[in-house]
C-alpha cells in the first residue's frame, strides 16, 4: 500500500469510523452535569476561558463542548493530524503544535484566538505526560488573555482502561452513567507565580477527577 493511500484511509476512512463511534457512545451516555452553571455565567458575560483537564479525561467533553467556539492545540504528528481530522467534524478550530515540537508558536497562536474571540481547552498534562503534571503552557496562555481557568474533569460508572497507555485513558463503556464535573474559576494574573498557580491547578484537577469518581462510584487501580 502507498503512503499516500495510506494516509488517505487514515483522514478520511478511519476518522469518519471515529466520530461516528464517539457520537454513538455518547449518545447512549447518562451525562450528569455538575457547577456548569458556573460556565454558563462566565460565557454569557463574554469573558473567555480556558478548559483545563487530564488527558485521559478528555473523551466526554468532546461531544459536550462542540458548541462553545473553542480552540485547541494538536501536536505536529500523524496521531495530531488524525486527531484533528476527527475533532473537525465536531466544530472544533485547531493549531498545530506541542510542549516538544513547535510549542512556542502554537500556544502564540492560541493567544491571538482567544484575544480575537475564541474560547480554548487542553489537557494541562499532554501530549506525552507525565500523567497529572500540570505544564506551564495553560497558565502563560491566561496571563497573555485575561481569561479565566476553569478546570473540568469526568468520570464513568463503567469504562476500559488503557492500561498501557501513559495517561491510562479512559473510554466510557455505552449506557454508563457519567458526570461531567467544573471547578470554581482560576484567575492568573501577570505577576503572579507560575509554579504556585500550576499547583493551584493540579489541586483542584485531583480534587474534582476524585470527586467525579466518588459520584459514578468508579473504583480506579
Known sequence: MSISKSKFIRKYFLSNIAYLLI???TFSLRIKYINKELVDEILRSGKKIIF?????????????????????????????????EVLSKFGYNFVRGSSTKGGVGALKAIVRGINQGSNAAIAVDGPRG??????????????????????????????????????RYIL?????????????PLIVKRDDDND??????????????????????????
Open 23 to 25: 457520537r454513538t457512545i
Open 130 to 167: 507525565p500523567i497529572y503534571e500540570v505544564k506551564d503552557g495553560i497558565i502563560f496562555m491566561a496571563k497573555m488573555t485575561d481569561s479565566c481557568i476553569i478546570p473540568v474533569s469526568t468520570s464513568s460508572s463503567s469504562c476500559f482502561i488503557f492500561k498501557k497507555a501513559w495517561d
Open 52 to 84: 483545563a483537564f487530564w488527558h485521559q479525561r478528555q473523551f466526554l467533553l468532546v461531544n459536550s463542548h462542540k458548541r462553545m467556539n473553542i480552540l485547541l492545540m494538536t501536536s505536529i504528528s500523524d496521531d495530531g493530524e488524525f486527531q484533528t
Open 172 to 184: 466510557p463503556l455505552p449506557l454508563s452513567k457519567c458526570v461531567i464535573i467544573y471547578g470554581s
Open 196 to 221: 504556585k498557580k500550576r499547583q493551584e491547578l493540579k489541586t483542584e484537577l485531583d480534587r474534582l477527577t476524585a470527586e467525579a469518581d466518588r459520584v459514578v462510584g468508579l473504583i480506579s487501580d
